[in-house]
């Protein structure tokens, strides 16, 4: 039996269906690109760019606790934190690095393609609506 609000229409339920459109333009974005569910261990292998930038946030606090137990306090220690395990990542995360690039890489070459496709599109569309034009059409011609 379904409920209803005090208009008389009936009240949405988790079954009912939201047309495309018909809800948050945020909603239709997301579930419109084909992103992993949380907890299925997907999410290493869909983004590099999130397992690149983990393992840099993992190599810095490693190398900062090593400075920390040799004795390095205070800004010296962030300093040299951020600088050593710069020099360490530029070496040891290459691959992960270069992973994250080509989705870098990856993902713009499909915002380009999907922008060239509506140009493409739309240059079809203002083809069709526009007359071809003629030799009348622009009038008097001097010689």
Do not use: C, K
């Given at each position: 039996m379904?409920?209803?609000?005090?208009?008389?229409?009936?009240?949405?339920?988790?079954?009912?269906?939201?047309?495309?459109?018909?809800?948050?333009?945020?909603?239709d974005?997301?579930?419109?690109?084909?992103?992993?569910?949380?907890?299925?261990?997907?999410?290493?292998?869909?983004?590099?760019?999130?397992?690149?930038?983990?393992?840099?946030?993992?190599?810095?606090?490693?190398?900062?606790?090593?400075?920390?137990?040799?004795?390095?306090?205070?800004?010296?220690?962030?300093?040299?934190a951020?600088?050593?395990?710069?020099?360490?990542?530029?070496?040891?995360?290459?691959?992960?690095?270069?992973?994250?690039?080509?989705?870098?890489?990856?993902?713009?070459?499909?915002i380009?393609?999907?922008?060239?496709?509506?140009?493409?599109?739309?240059?079809?569309?203002?083809?069709?609506?526009?007359?071809?034009?003629?030799?009348?059409?622009?009038?008097p011609?001097?010689?």
């Amino acid at each position: 039996m379904s409920t209803s609000d005090a208009a008389g229409a009936p009240e949405p339920s988790e079954d009912t269906v939201t047309p495309v459109g018909a809800g948050d333009p945020a909603d239709d974005v997301a579930s419109s690109i084909d992103a992993p569910a949380v907890g299925d261990g997907a999410m290493a292998r869909q983004h590099p760019v999130f397992v690149y930038t983990m393992l840099r946030i993992a190599m810095l606090a490693a190398v900062g606790a090593v400075f920390y137990l040799v004795g390095v306090r205070g800004v010296w220690l962030i300093l040299f934190a951020f600088l050593v395990s710069g020099l360490i990542s530029a070496v040891v995360l290459r691959r992960p690095r270069e992973g994250a690039v080509l989705g870098f890489a990856s993902a713009y070459q499909g915002i380009n393609a999907r922008i060239d496709a509506t140009t493409r599109a739309e240059d079809g569309d203002d083809d069709l609506d526009e007359p071809a034009s003629t030799t009348e059409d622009r009038g008097p011609t001097t010689s």
